[in-house]
Structures are given as C-alpha cells and as structure tokens.
C-alpha cells in the first residue's frame, strides 16, 4: 500500500512540475510577445540593416545628329509597406486597389490580392513585394495615380524599386562598336568599355533593411547619399551611313560566304568615322559582330597590294621619275633569291609605264623598281614609311588598338626577299583603320588626320570635354607626289584592276588589294581581300576601306569581292547626299544668250522647239528621252536611256517630264523648288527597290 501511494505522490510531483514549467514558458512567450515586443523587434531591425550601393544611371549613347544608340532605360518592380497606411485609409482603398492589380498583371484575382495584403499587415510585415514582373516608366506614372498608391511612400506605403536595363534603339546597328555592359553595369567591350568611367558614373550609399524572403527595404533616413549619374558621349557614327554600310557588306559576305569583313567609312577632312562594321560568320552560317577586326590585333594582317601606295610615295619621293616611264615585267614571274614572286595575269603583262605598274597593280613591278632604288640602303625605304607614320599606333580613342609591324633591317627575320615582298604589303601587318588613315591623307591633300568616333562628353546640354580633330603629319608627301599617286589611284578604277566599279556620275580613286593567307607558316589559297580608296575623287568627302577575308568560289580577288561593296556604300551615300551631286552638275556647259535653256527631255518636243526657233540642231540617237551637247553654233541631241527597273537621269528634265519618267517606272517622286530638275536623291543607274521615294531639287 505504501508503494503505491510513493507512486501516486511522484506522478503528483511531476505534474506539477511540467505544469510550472509550461506556465513559465508561456509567461515567457507573453511577455516578449505584448511586453517586451517593441524592444525586440526593434533590435531585430537594426541587426538586419545594412549599407548598400545605390547605382548611379548609366550615361546615353549619341550618334553624330543626337540620336540615341545606347541608353539605360528605368523599369521598376511594384513592392509595398502594408502596415504603415492608417485603418481607415487602408479600408477606403485595398478593395479598389487589388482589382486595379488583379486586372495589370493578371495572375491573381483581387480577392487572392486582398488576402495576400491583409495577412502581412496582420503580421505586421513592413515589406512585400506585390509582383516581380518589372513595368516601365508610364506604367509607373500610371500606377502613382492608383487608389492608395497616390498617397505616396510616407502615407500610402508604395515602394517602386527602380531596376535598369541597357538598351538599343537601333537593335543591332553597329552594336560591336557601342558595345555591351554585364551585370554590374560596368562596360565589357566597344565604347561602353573604353569610355567606361565616363558613362558609369559614382554610386551612391543608402541603408538598407533585410526583410523576409530575402528582399532589402530602402531605409530613408536622411543619411542616404546620392548617386551621381554618369556622363553622355557623342560618337561621330551616322546612322544612316552605318545603315548603308552594313547591308552592303553583309549581302557581299553571304554572297561569297566568307569568313568575315570589315567596311569603315571617314569623313576626310575631320577623320571622323560615320561607319564602321565588322561582320563574322558563327557556327550556324549567320553574320554578326563579334570582334572588332578594323580595329583590334586580330585584325592586323599582311595587306597585299593595297600597300603598294605606300611603295609609290616613297618611290616618287626618292626619285625623279616619271609615270610614262617603263619597266619590263616579263612573263609574269620573276626569282629573288630563293622565291619566285608572280603576277595575277598569266603570261604577264610585258613592258609597263610606272603608272600601268600600279594600275594593272603588277606585283613585279612594283618590286623591281623599289629593288632597283632602295636595294642597296633598304633603311631608306623604311624610313619613307616612318615618314608617313605607318610603323606607330594611331592611338585610337577605342581600347585595344593592334599595332602595325614595318620590319626594318636590323630585324632577326629579315632576307634578301623582305624588301621586294614588302613593297606590295608581305612581311608586315596593318590593322584597316591604319591602312584607311593613309589613303585619307592622301585625299586630304597630304595632310594625315588622327581618326576620331567620339566627338565629346557631355552632361545634359553641356559639353564637358571635346575632342577636336588631331593632325598626326601635316603632309606625308609632296604636292607633286600626291598629284602623282591620285592620277594612280583614279586609273585603277577607270583603266585598271577595279573598272568594274567606274561610276559615270562620280569619280573613285583606290586600290585593290588580294595577299595570300598564313597558315601553319605557310601560304595557302586563302585570300585577303580589299579596296581602299576615297569619293568623290574630284573634292574628296569620305575616304573608305573594305576587307573581305576568304572569300569562297572562283571570285577570290579585291577587285571582285571587296570593289563591289565599295561601290554600294559610295553609290548610296551620294544618293543621301545630294550637294554632292554639284559637282557633276557642273560638268556640262551651256551657252546663254544664244540658245534656249535647254538641258534634257523628250528629244521629238525638244526638236520641234529648236525647229521654231531657227537653232540648228542634230541627233546623235533615236532615243526617246535624250540630253543637249552645245558644239559650236547647234545643239546636239545625246540618248539619256529609260530602262526598267533602273533609276533614270531626270537632271536637267522639266518638272512635268521628270514625273512622267519616275512614276512610270513605279517611284514615288517629292519636289522641292521650282525649274528643271537640278539633283536627284537616288543615283542614276541603281536599281529601282519597290516603292521607292526619290527626292528632287530643282532650280
């Protein structure tokens, strides 16, 4: 009996124990729960702060006009303090608010809304996130104007976290060139990258609360500082230009399905870029910008023939010889040395002038003259190129400028054959911007200008730094050389290797260029192709360079392959550029005071005018449409053929014939002044594209 009531009195003591131990427990959760419950959650609030960056907007991108090419746009995520609105303005407005929500994103109803808002104000959550989808700028504005949202941040509790996103305007148009940002906003390549400290701007600091889920609630306590955005720039890219020239190089490369290409367009004067692409083909056979070839090390190669202007200035400055002077180059290969050096046409082209030399762009040629005066003090010859700067960078406002490589004698690599096979670009490597930037000084007159893609930085309206144009040598040559190589230069295009792009509107100068690729320490048949040159040739506006590396087929030449997208580019840009055509306007001369104003139209009118007149006049064609020679005392009718799906010459047509000719042939005409046709916006010759519209001036 005893030992069940020691049983009895244990099981008692434990009871009452457990009981005592609950009731303190549960006093203890009371306490700190109504009690002590401020103190606590204050404590935990000040452990979960924390000093965090606040990211400075990145500065804007601008062509040479003010467009954007790059910029930061805002976009915000929607989060919410539910406990801070007061009982009554929170019960006035949830309803209301939530079916606003429910309706703008969609995914929950208002009532799963409302009961999402309730629970954490319950809670006593100071933080909640509504919808992680992120809303632009005026859908912001738009929701600033919602039901408790508009009694702001202190009163309504809104939050709209801002988040910004890079971006394009104009997709992918030269978008290897503007360049890219990763995740922390700092800039990876192109311009972003190398002007990188000026687009980023300073962060600010402010303090940060850690809430649940993992968010962080800005704290504005006043001691908050400020971001200070970064600064804009202004590139000297035209977008239209840049347009042109990436369509014209991309059609050649697929045409040809090349390994890659480079087009770069310059102003001649300035030495501004208004293009510049470079295209290269991925795994799947598409086109893209990945690497900046006109600029960068990979680019710098052995550049052929193109070269050979630089050999001809040195050439005509060392020696007084004449361009009607000849050279046999024989059958088309000649030994130096231990290698036999050869000319594209087989056979050869026998005897040249020096001016046919580099014409025709006779390889043979070209060395046995440069063999022939610098053999014996090579150090001559290098020291004409140091002369035009081709040994040294350009010191390009973009990071990562390859440097060229001239070799000189004192070179470990150097041999009997470095001279002849560097006189028509072997042995030595230049990037296409350092090529270009020596074909421009010899458009600019000799004068070698330093090229620039960023005109300035700016702050709002205000230029804060402006980068003007940098003379690199004020005349690489002398006048009568420059006269010399330019009479050169136009001869390839009219006569020589690039005929094929003769232009009957317009001039080009150039040379083309095709140099064997180096693979495993050997040549192979894989080409590098080019054409450098400048239009238009009589006043010089833009000097441009196109490389087209492995062209595939039997079109393997620069001639066929580059020349070509030279020719678009140029034909296109002076279509846009319509004071250019001034100059071929003036061509033609007409005598006033004894002949009518006459310039074109249809011939049968135009004869039956003259007739009534008494002007003698003659038909030199049957063509419908024709233009006026002035020989002596008659007028001289000259066939002005309408063909379809070509566009026409109206230049000089009345206003009235000029239309019947254009809308006939399906183009949509605008008119600007009044008289005859003085220029027209697309250039005669040119395809006609479907629903065209071609601009006329006329005086």
């Known amino acids: 009996m005893s030992i069940k009531r020691d049983i009895v009195l244990r099981v008692r003591i434990a009871f009452i124990l457990t009981f005592l131990v609950a009731g303190a427990v549960v006093f203890r959760i009371a306490k700190i729960q109504f009690i002590e419950g401020e103190e606590w959650r204050s404590l935990g609030e000040t452990l979960g702060m924390q000093v965090m960056n606040v990211k400075a907007t990145r500065g804007n991108i601008y062509a040479d006009d003010g467009s954007l090419l790059a910029t930061s746009l805002p976009f915000y995520r929607l989060a919410i303090d539910p406990y801070l609105p007061t009982n009554g303005l929170y019960k006035n407005n949830i309803d209301s608010l939530c079916y606003l929500l429910s309706r703008y994103y969609g995914d929950l109803t208002p009532t799963q809304y409302k009961r999402k808002i309730d629970r954490a104000r319950k809670d006593g959550r100071r933080y909640l996130t509504l919808n992680r989808q992120e809303i632009g700028y005026q859908d912001k504005k738009h929701m600033e104007n919602w039901p408790l949202f508009r009694e702001g941040r202190l009163k309504g509790g809104v939050l709209f976290e801002k988040v910004e996103k890079r971006f394009l305007p104009f997709s992918h148009l030269g978008i290897r060139t503007i360049g890219s940002v990763n995740a922390n906003d700092r800039g990876t390549v192109g311009l972003e990258y190398s002007f990188n400290k000026q687009l980023a701007g300073v962060n600010g600091k402010g303090l940060y609360q850690k809430m649940a889920g993992g968010g962080w609630k800005p704290i504005y306590d006043g001691t908050e500082k400020r971001p200070v955005d970064g600064y804009d720039i202004q590139t000297t890219i035209n977008v239209d230009l840049q347009d042109v020239t990436e369509s014209a190089l991309l059609d050649e490369l697929q045409k040809h399905n090349a390994d890659y290409g480079v087009a770069i367009v310059m102003e001649v004067k300035t030495g501004e870029i208004k293009a510049i692409s470079n295209l290269s083909r991925n795994t799947d056979g598409d086109y893209y910008e990945r690497y900046n070839y006109a600029v960068g090390n990979q680019g710098s190669r052995e550049p052929g023939s193109t070269f050979k202007l630089a ?288 310039k074109a139209g249809k011939r049968d009118e135009l004869t039956m005018i003259c007739n009534e007149l008494g002007i003698s006049n003659h038909a030199k064609t049957e063509a419908e449409w024709v233009k006026t020679d002035v020989i002596n005392d008659a007028v001289y009718w000259k066939g002005n053929t309408v063909k379809y799906e070509v566009i026409p010459d109206v230049r000089g047509m009345t206003l009235r014939d000029a239309i019947y000719v254009l809308e006939n042939l399906g183009l949509k005409v605008k008119v600007n002044g009044r008289g005859r046709v003085a220029t027209q916006s697309l250039a005669p010759g040119g395809r006609i594209a479907k629903g065209s519209t071609i601009k006329l001036q006329m005086s």
Not at 360 to 371: C, F, T
């Open 311 to 598: 050999s001809m200035i040195a050439l005509l400055e060392e020696v007084d010889i004449k361009l009607t002077d000849t050279i046999n180059t024989g059958d088309g290969s000649l030994e130096f040395f231990d290698k036999t050096m050869r000319d594209h046409k087989p056979g050869g082209f026998g005897t040249l002038t020096v001016q046919e030399v580099f014409e025709k762009s006779s390889n043979i040629g070209v060395a046995k003259l440069i063999s022939q005066h610098f053999g014996n003090e090579p150090e001559k010859f290098i020291n004409y190129l140091k002369r035009m700067n081709l040994h040294q960078p350009l010191d390009f406002q973009m990071v990562g400028e390859g440097k060229p490589y001239i070799k000189d004698p004192s070179d470990s690599t150097w041999s009997g054959v470095s001279l002849p096979w560097m006189s028509h670009g072997y042995e030595l490597k230049m990037t296409p911007l350092q090529m270009l930037t020596l074909y421009n000084a010899v458009a600019n007159n000799g004068k070698m200008v330093k090229p620039m893609i960023v005109k300035g930085v700016m702050k709002a309206d205000r230029m804060v730094e402006e980068f003007e144009t940098e003379v690199i040598n004020d005349r690489i040559a002398s006048k009568e050389t420059l006269r010399k190589v330019k009479m050169m230069m136009e001869g390839v295009v009219e006569r020589g290797t690039a005929q094929n792009i003769n232009h009957s509107h317009y001039k080009i100068a150039g040379k083309t260029g095709t140099a064997k690729k180096v693979k495993n320490g050997r040549y192979v048949r894989e080409y590098y192709t080019s054409f450098a040159g400048y239009f238009p040739a009589e006043a010089p506006r833009y000097s441009c360079i196109v490389v087209i590396d492995n062209p595939k087929g039997y079109q393997i030449y620069g001639s066929d392959v580059s020349a070509p997208v030279f020719k678009e580019i140029a034909d296109k840009i002076y279509s846009l550029e319509l004071d250019m055509h001034e100059v071929g306007t003036q061509e033609r001369t007409y005598v006033t005071g004894v002949f009518p104003h006459i």
